[in-house]
């Protein structure tokens, strides 16, 4: 079954930089449509970013040159590199299969980003 775990958050300082890693299993990271959601505390969970099956990549506007979405298919890992974290970043951060918001995307458990 599609199991997702990940992990990598923590404490930063603004300016700082992160990597999350979300380890998949259950399907095929290399040619899956995957993403990056984030809940911040009292919020409803945004979409951060995503890849798709082509590895064609995108994210939301106000990460747009501070955050990437690679992948490692062979390992079946994804990645969210996170550099000029900023305040307005903290929130806990879920992989998902999908664009993370629909009723049949599967999210892992997160990772909590603190950013002061």
């Known amino acids: 079954h599609v199991q997702l775990v990940e992990s990598g958050g923590g404490p930063v300082q603004a300016g700082g930089s992160l990597r999350l890693s979300c380890a998949a299993s259950g399907f095929p990271v290399g040619t899956s449509y995957l993403s990056w959601v984030r809940q911040a505390p009292g919020k409803e969970v945004k979409w951060v970013a995503s890849?798709?099956?082509?590895?064609?990549?995108y994210v939301t506007d106000s990460v747009k040159g501070r955050f990437t979405i690679p992948r490692d298919g062979p390992r079946s890992m994804l990645y969210l590199d996170m550099h000029n974290l900023k305040s307005e970043d903290t929130a806990r951060y879920f992989c998902?299969?999908?664009?993370?918001?629909?009723?049949?995307?599967?999210r892992g458990q997160g990772t909590q980003v603190t950013v002061s």
């Open positions: 998902a299969t999908g664009d993370g918001t629909a009723r049949s995307s599967v």
């Open positions: 890849i798709y099956n082509t590895g064609q990549t």
